[in-house]
């Protein structure tokens, strides 16, 4: 084989061999952010909790993981976002120790909020890598691959997780996911580069300090001085913030309060919204990449399908059956596979020297998007349940209502989005 064919098929083995691992650690990060699902009555009765309490535990993970999201954006387009991925995960590791032993509510919060620092840069990085290692035009497909493999994180959460609680206890679990994410962390070490080292040859010195920050300052004025990237922001809140809501957390409770299931049953029909969201991610991304070459449209549509799914769970089909149950949590799943299409819309809107510091900044609102809405729905469930504190039919009702209103703000909000076509 000629040595320029030698090179280039090193270059794409060295590019996969790096998106293992990120993938993986990905993973975990999904896992993190949706386990509360199904430990959600585990930990009411171990941490003593009512549903306002468990919705601050589950949001607190989305709070910290967003505040950290702008200085990180700047942070990865200075300095590498190799750095930031492993530094991070460090303390995630540390978060997940702490979250595990913790005996009371607030060494639990203080746990996850340490998860969702820890697992901040897991997404945001490895998109920062794409950028730099992959051609420009195939963004959403590998983003949507990657998003698809992560989302096995979802799935682990789900039936795997109840089924491990079930045999050893959730505690003992989280210990053994934080030695995972250790050999992980490690892993991308060892494998994982910034740049390809052709690259590397050229840069140049180190700036100084004061001005690397103030260029950094200079690029999110840019960003946010973008008007598109407003209503973008506004549909990552929305999108990820009702879908995890749903998902992630109360989905569970629903389950257990409305249909009488048992933990693992809960399980098995909660990973109908991880199997949606993997079928959907790849499939999104070709739309919007080989089929329809537009971010714009393909969000607007998904997303208002996505929420025509969410209709049947406040009170239109007041007798759903299992069945229809898993069918309307795989929609769910499949129709909010649009966010690498909110990535590469604001990224195609900007200098590639600023992907990193947007790509993040809308992973704040996607975040925060999180944390706002499973506080909330926590909020609504309480104060709609009986005074012994049992949750019901109608309070779960008016919390995903809330969803699906939110969900068309979005859709509308979305038709007035500016997208240079790729």
């Known amino acids: 084989m000629p040595r320029k064919g030698l090179h280039r098929l090193y270059y794409m083995d060295n590019r996969i061999w790096m998106l293992v691992p990120l993938s993986l650690l990905f993973l975990l990060s999904q896992f993190y952010r949706a386990s509360s699902a199904v430990i959600a009555s585990e930990l009411m009765h171990d941490l003593s909790l009512t549903a306002v309490n468990l919705g601050f535990l589950s949001s607190v993970f989305f709070y910290a993981f967003a505040l950290i999201q702008i200085p990180m954006g700047a942070a990865m387009d200075l300095f590498g976002a190799k750095r930031l991925i492993l530094g991070l995960s460090f303390l995630g590791i540390i978060g997940a120790v702490t979250f595990a032993l913790a005996g009371s509510f607030p060494v639990a919060v203080l746990g996850r909020a340490l998860l969702g620092v820890g697992m901040a840069c897991a997404l945001m990085g490895t998109f920062k890598l794409l950028t730099i290692w992959f051609p420009p035009d195939t ?30 206890g959730w505690r003992k679990t989280f210990l053994m996911i934080a030695l995972f994410q250790l050999l992980i962390t490690i892993w991308i070490y060892l494998v994982v580069q910034d740049r390809p080292k052709r690259d590397q040859q050229g840069e140049v010195s180190p700036t100084h300090p004061l001005r690397l920050w103030r260029q950094s300052l200079e690029g999110i004025g840019q960003v946010i001085g973008l008007p598109s990237f407003w209503l973008i922001a ?67 549509g998904a997303l208002s399908l996505y929420g025509v799914f969410i209709l049947p769970m406040i009170g239109f089909l007041p007798h759903l059956s299992l069945t229809l149950m898993v069918a309307i949590f795989f929609g769910i799943g ?12 604001i990224k195609e809107l900007l200098p590639s020297s600023l992907s990193g510091t947007a790509m993040s900044a809308v992973n704040f609102f996607t975040m925060m998007g999180a944390a706002f809405f499973q506080h909330s729905m926590g909020a609504i469930i309480d104060s709609l349940s009986t005074p012994q504190g049992q949750l019901t039919a109608g309070s779960f009702s008016f919390a995903f209502g809330f969803c699906f209103v939110a969900a068309a703000l979005g859709t509308v909000a979305y038709l007035f989005v500016k997208e240079i076509r790729p």
């Not at 199997?275 to 393909?298: A, E, M, N, Q, T």
């Not at 499949?334 to 819309?345: D, K, R, S, T, V």
């Open 234 to 300: 506004l549909a990552a809140f929305i999108r990820y913030g009702t879908y995890i809501s749903i998902a992630g957390l109360w989905a569970g409770p629903y389950l257990e309060s409305v249909y009488h299931l048992p933990m693992i049953d809960r399980g098995k029909l909660l990973m109908a919204f991880p199997i949606g969201f993997i079928v959907g991610s790849p499939i999104i991304g070709v739309l919007s990449d080989r089929v329809f070459k537009s971010r714009k449209w393909v969000v607007v």
């Open 139 to 168: 963004f959403a497909t590998i983003s949507g691959l990657f998003l698809s493999i992560g989302s096995l994180g979802n799935i682990g959460a789900t039936a795997p997780l109840a089924m491990a609680v079930d045999w050893m």
């Open 334 to 345: 499949f129709f909010i596979a649009f966010n690498p299409l909110l990535y590469a819309n």
